[in-house]
């Protein structure tokens, strides 16, 4: 059996990331999802706001939000999201037993799918899906530039943070796969800038007039509406008052009411 493991270690490599993700997982489905909880209870109730996609897709379906959603919702999204690397891995390199050791060292890194985890129920993914999602499909014509626009805009409407996350990475892949290959011409010239000008002026829409100016009690009241069960129910997360003073101001005022 050792002889084995000796000749052969990327399997015994392949089964302790197994291993170190389902614990990393099982570990955090214990931990109470304070801040990932309630930005699914945000949504365009308000007027036009930050971060608030996801919470308007979620509103869509469900009329009280329960806290197990946090892990279905990001756990699926992992899952999703690893598909789409082996995917793209053996479309770019093949799945022979020889690329083994490199799928190990792209999909076991630390910086990568175990972050994931680790950060379960954040909205990082979304970006690392999407891009991954850029890579898969044809970039022949000039629907790729427009593709990979609403991408960027949908990714600034989850968390305008993706601007200096995953827009990056967006904007070298298209340049990468449509401009080098097909040239700079006038027109899609022309497309690609008005595209960049859009997804900017949508951040700048969001980081500066993305900020609900209501009244602290009214958005608590309508949080309470989304919120799963009762003020009594010992299911639902409660934040700590150390930790409410961490929350950005647009979540403060939702968050310090789950502690009461």
């Known amino acids: 059996m050792n002889l084995r493991g000796r000749e052969n270690p990327w399997r015994l490599m392949l089964a302790v990331n197994v291993a170190v993700v389902i614990g990393v997982f099982l570990y955090k489905i214990t931990r109470e999802p304070y801040v990932p909880y309630i930005h699914l209870l945000v949504d365009y109730h308000f007027g036009f706001t930050k971060r608030a996609l996801i919470g308007a897709v979620v509103s869509l379906f469900f009329s009280k939000v329960p806290v197990w959603l946090v892990f279905a919702l990001s756990g699926a999204v992992w899952l999703i999201t690893l598909a789409l690397f082996i995917k793209l891995f053996r479309r770019t390199f093949g799945h022979d037993a020889e690329q083994l050791p490199l799928f190990l060292f792209m ?47 949908v990714l600034i409407l989850i968390h305008h943070i993706h601007l200096l996350m995953y827009v990056p990475t967006i904007v070298v892949i298209v340049l990468l796969r449509y401009y080098l290959v097909q040239g700079f011409i006038r027109q899609n010239a022309i497309v690609g800038i008005a595209a960049a000008l859009c997804v900017g002026l949508l951040f700048f829409s969001a980081q500066f007039w993305g900020t609900m100016a209501v009244p602290p009690d009214e958005f608590v009241g309508q949080g309470r509406l989304a919120r799963a069960g009762r003020a009594g129910d010992p299911d639902r997360p409660r934040v700590p008052r150390a930790r409410v003073q961490h929350l950005d101001r647009d979540t403060r005022a939702l968050a310090a009411p789950l502690d009461q």
């Open 107 to 153: 999909a076991g890194s630390p910086f990568f799918l175990k972050n994931f985890v680790h950060t379960l129920g954040h909205f990082d993914i979304y970006g690392c899906a999407l891009a991954i999602c850029l890579l898969l499909v044809p970039a022949r014509s000039i629907g790729f530039v427009l593709l990979a626009a609403l991408a960027s805009t």
